[in-house]
């Protein structure tokens, strides 16, 4: 079998039936700080472990399977917004994220609540996803928001980084019970995650793995039998009878043949 159909086979096999059946869609993000704040009860200072231009990244999961709307407006709509108020399930949209040896995550054991929502019916257009979770007598989170002149989401309701007037992003996350600090930043790339069903994994794995095996021992074929000796002596005339048969860029065999 040829080598790039089975790439391909390879390729359909690891993305499997998710992209026609998935509800989650994940996008990889990175971003520069543009401010750092540690939080004491009402103030904050500068934090300086995240120093402004740090360099940030991390992923977004938006997940709309399990959101109640608010006005019955369903996402893509020119005004609508998605909640889940009892944090039950998938959460609408949540966040991985990571600036130098500072990381963060949405949390899983604390409740809380996440929305999405856009708007386009009057400018400028908005998209807009957030998640907080209470975890003691401080608050965790993130938030990103993309503004647009023109539409800041497709009709599915999934965000469009292309064009954007303005993409930010923050995060939020306690050091103690008193404490807890937020990062800002600026998005430079949103851009769709490669989806692969680890169910198919390992039967991809064997077919890409077969394939190298087989296109291995076809050239190993070739290499035998273009290294064989010959049976017949190289004349003049066997050169140029060879010569009709091969393609013209094999310039080791003989140009110079009697005429007809």
Known sequence: MNIKVLGLLTAILLAGPMAAEAQSVVYDYTGVVTSSLLFVGSGSDPFTPVPIGTQVSGTYTLDYSQGEPYFGEKPGSPEWELYDPNRTGTPLFSTTFRAGQVVYSTGNSFPGNSNVSGQYDRPPSFFAAQEEWYKGEQDEGSQFVIINS???????????????????????????????????????????????????????????????????????????RTSRPTAFPQTTSHACARQKLQPPHLSWIATTCPKA
């Open 150 to 224: 023109h539409r800041a989401y497709d009709a599915a309701g999934l965000p469009i980084f292309a064009g954007a007037q303005s993409a930010t992003g923050n995060v939020t996350f306690s050091l103690s019970n008193t404490e807890s600090v937020g990062i800002f930043f600026n998005l430079s790339s949103l851009t769709l995650a490669p989806e692969i069903d680890p169910a198919f994994a390992p039967g991809a794995l064997t077919l890409l793995l077969s394939g190298l095996a087989m296109a291995a021992g076809a050239r190993r074929s070739r290499s035998s």
